[in-house]
Nanobody, 122 residues
């Protein structure tokens, strides 16, 4: 079992940057594909990015490609999301999640954090 805790959210102006972190408990972090998702008020949870076990393979939603970077440090049991050139439409609660394989669908993820709020003001 993996427990996930996100941090790093906050209020930022358009064009600004934030780095989200997701701290994982347990020795099995390196065995999971990890993903970031987000959910805005009144909308469904949507895929942001995913990263393979060792970090060599990444995949992004078109809406964030070129602006966001997902990475992981297995020695620290931590997942990151570097977000640059933020836009108002990036405003959402951001969640990290763990899965047994690569997927962009929330249903395929077994473990979830509690979420961290990101607000981009215009």
């Amino acid at each position: 079992q993996v427990q996930l805790v996100e941090s790093g959210g906050g209020l930022v102006q358009v064009g600004g940057s934030l780095r989200l972190s997701c701290a994982a408990s347990g020795r099995t972090f390196r065995m999971y594909y990890m993903g970031w998702f987000r959910q805005a008020p009144g909308k469904e949870r949507e895929f942001v990015a995913t990263i393979s076990w060792g970090g060599a393979s990444t995949y992004y939603a078109d809406a964030v490609k070129g602006r966001f970077t997902i990475s992981r440090d297995n020695a620290k049991n931590t997942l990151y999301l570097q977000m640059n050139s933020l836009k108002p439409e990036d405003t959402a609660v951001y969640y990290c999640a763990a899965a047994g394989g690569s997927s962009r669908y929330p249903k395929d993820y077994d473990y979830w954090g509690q979420g961290t709020q990101v607000t981009v003001s215009s």
